[in-house]
C-alpha cells in the first residue's frame, strides 16, 4: 500500500481505532479494577444504608437485617446514641468486624461527628482482610455500622492481564487483516474510478462510469462523473462542429473572392460582368466581417466584458427599423414580413444588445421558414412584461434538439449548410444577451407546423 493512498489511510484509522480500544481495555480492566471495585462495594452499602432507613419503623425489621445480610454478603449492626448494640444481623461473614478497642473508636467518632453518613476503610483483626464499613445516622438515638469485606482483587487482576495479553495478540491480528480488507472494499471503487477518470481526461469519452457498488456516496460520484462525461463529450462534438463550419463559413467567401478577383484580374471589357464580379467579392467580404464581429461579440458577452446600459425606449419603433433592413430581401427573394404593431410600447432594456436579439431571431427564421417565406413578428402585453415572439413556418424542431439549438453551429442534422443570412452563431449570441439581462426566453415548436421563439422584456415609462 503507498503511503498516501486512501487504502493506507483507512487501514491506519482502523488499527489506531483498535489499539485504542485495547488500551483502553488495560486501562480500566486492570489499573483501575481495584478502584472500580470499592466503588461497586460502595454503592452496595448505601442501597442496603436506604433500604434500612425507609424501614426503620417497621415490626420485621430483623428480618429485613438477615434478608440484607445473606442477599447482599454485608454485617449489619444497629446501635444507640452510646454505641450500644440493639440488633443487628445474626449471619457472620467476613465483613463482620470483631469487637475490639478500634472498631469501638470509629463507631463512637462517628456518633460524636454528627454527621449523617460516613465510609470506613478498617483492617478486620479477625480475617484480617480489608473491610468497607458504612456508617449512617438512622434517627436521633439510632445508627446503623454496614461492613463488607473487600476481597483482594491480585489474583483477579493477573488472570486478566493473562487473558488480555492473548485477547490482544488476537484483537490486532484480526484488526491488521479486517482493516485491510475493508480498506480494499473501500478504495477499490475509488480506484476504477481514477482509473477512468484519466482516461477521460484523455479525451476516452465512451468508456462509461461503472461501479457496483452499495456505498451512496460512490454512486452518486459515478452519477456526476458520468454526467460530466456525457457533457464533455457534447461539449467537444460541439468544438469538431463548430471548427468544421467555421472552416466551411471562411473557405467558401475566400474561394468565392479569389475565383473572383482572378477573374477580374484578366481586365474583363465587360464593364457590367466586371462590376458584378466586384460586387459579390465585396458582398463575400461583408459576410467575413460579418462572421468575425459575431466570434467576436459573443466572446465580448460570454467573458461579460460589457456592463448593460439601461434605458426606457419604444419596442414597436425599434421593430420597424430593424424590418427596414430587410427590403432587398423582400425584393430579392420575396420575403413577407408581418408586424401589425403601431402602437409605442416602451421597456427597459439595453437598447443596442435587444436590437442585436431581434435581428438574430428574424435571422434564424429567415433561415428556416417554410416555402412561402412568411416571417411573423407580434407583441404580447402581459402584466409588467410584453413578450415578442418572432414565427416562421418550416419543418419545425424535433424535441430532443430544442435544449441544444441555442448553442454555436448546432444543427439536428449535423449538414451544414450555408445561411440565406447570418453566420449560425445568432442563437448563441441571443442566449447570451438575455442571460445577462435575466429575462426568460424560449422556444415552441410543432413537426411541419414552424417554430415560435420568444422572450420577455419588463414594461418601462412612456
Not at 32 to 54: D, H, I, M, P, R
Request: aromatic letters at 12%.
Amino acid at each position: 500500500m503507498k503511503k498516501n493512498s486512501l487504502k493506507f489511510e483507512v487501514w491506519k484509522y482502523l488499527i489506531l481505532f483498535s489499539l485504542f480500544i485495547l488500551a483502553f481495555l488495560w486501562f480500566f480492566q486492570v489499573i483501575f479494577l481495584n478502584s472500580y471495585y470499592e466503588w461497586v462495594k460502595t454503592k452496595e452499602l448505601k442501597q442496603v444504608a436506604y433500604t434500612l432507613k425507609k424501614n426503620k419503623d417497621s415490626d420485621n425489621l430483623e428480618q429485613i437485617i438477615d434478608n440484607l445480610s445473606y442477599n447482599k454478603s454485608v454485617c449489619i449492626e444497629l446501635t444507640d446514641a452510646l454505641g450500644n448494640r440493639l440488633t443487628g444481623s445474626s449471619i457472620i461473614s467476613r465483613g463482620c468486624l470483631s469487637e475490639n478497642k478500634y472498631n469501638a473508636t470509629y463507631k463512637t467518632d462517628f456518633i460524636l461527628s454528627n454527621k449523617k453518613r460516613q465510609t470506613y476503610e478498617i483492617t478486620n483483626p479477625r480475617f484480617h482482610n480489608k473491610t468497607l464499613s458504612f456508617a449512617v445516622k438512622m434517627k436521633s438515638n439510632l445508627y446503623a455500622f454496614i461492613n463488607t469485606s473487600l476481597d483482594p482483587m491480585d489474583s483477579t487482576t493477573e488472570i486478566l492481564k493473562n487473558q488480555l495479553f492473548y485477547v490482544t495478540i488476537l484483537v490486532l491480528a484480526l484488526s491488521f487483516l479486517s482493516a485491510y480488507f475493508i480498506s480494499k472494499r473501500i478504495s477499490s471503487p475509488i480506484v476504477k474510478i481514477n482509473n477512468n477518470a484519466k482516461k477521460l481526461a484523455k479525451g476516452e469519452y465512451r468508456k462509461e462510469f461503472y461501479v457496483d457498488d452499495n456505498i451512496e456516496e460512490i454512486n452518486e460520484l459515478v452519477t456526476t462523473l458520468n454526467y460530466a462525461r456525457g457533457e464533455l463529450s457534447k461539449t467537444e462534438e460541439l468544438r469538431r462542429d463548430l471548427m468544421a463550419n467555421v472552416s466551411h463559413d471562411l473557405k467558401t467567401p475566400l474561394t468565392m473572392i479569389k475565383a473572383y478577383a482572378e477573374m477580374t484580374k484578366d481586365l474583363n471589357p465587360n464593364k457590367q460582368k466586371r462590376n458584378m464580379n466586384m460586387d459579390i467579392i465585396t458582398e463575400e467580404v461583408d459576410r467575413l466581417t460579418i462572421l468575425v464581429n459575431d466570434i467576436l461579440e459573443l466572446s465580448k458577452i460570454q467573458s461579460e466584458v460589457e456592463q448593460l446600459k439601461l434605458e426606457n425606449f419604444d419596442l414597436t419603433a425599434l421593430i420597424h427599423n430593424i424590418l427596414k433592413r430587410y427590403d432587398i430581401i423582400k425584393q430579392k427573394e420575396n420575403y413577407c414580413f408581418i408586424f401589425n404593431q403601431q402602437q409605442p410600447v416602451f421597456v427597459n432594456a439595453d437598447r443596442k444588445k435587444i436590437e442585436q436579439v431581434i435581428y438574430n431571431l428574424i435571422n434564424n427564421a429567415i433561415n428556416y421558414t417554410g416555402k412561402d417565406k412568411k416571417v411573423t413578428i407580434c407583441l404580447e402585453l402581459e402584466g409588467q412584461y410584453v413578450t415578442v415572439k418572432i414565427i416562421d413556418t418550416g419543418n419545425g424542431i424535433h424535441k430532443e434538439d430544442i435544449p441544444y439549438i441555442w448553442d454555436k453551429y448546432y444543427k439536428s442534422n449535423k449538414k451544414h449548410k450555408r445561411n440565406v443570412i447570418g453566420t449560425g452563431l445568432g442563437l448563441s449570441i441571443v442566449k447570451n444577451i438575455l442571460k445577462q439581462h435575466q429575462f426568460e426566453y424560449g422556444v415552441e415548436s410543432n413537426k411541419n407546423k414552424g417554430s415560435t421563439f420568444y422572450f420577455m422584456i419588463p414594461i418601462g415609462k412612456n
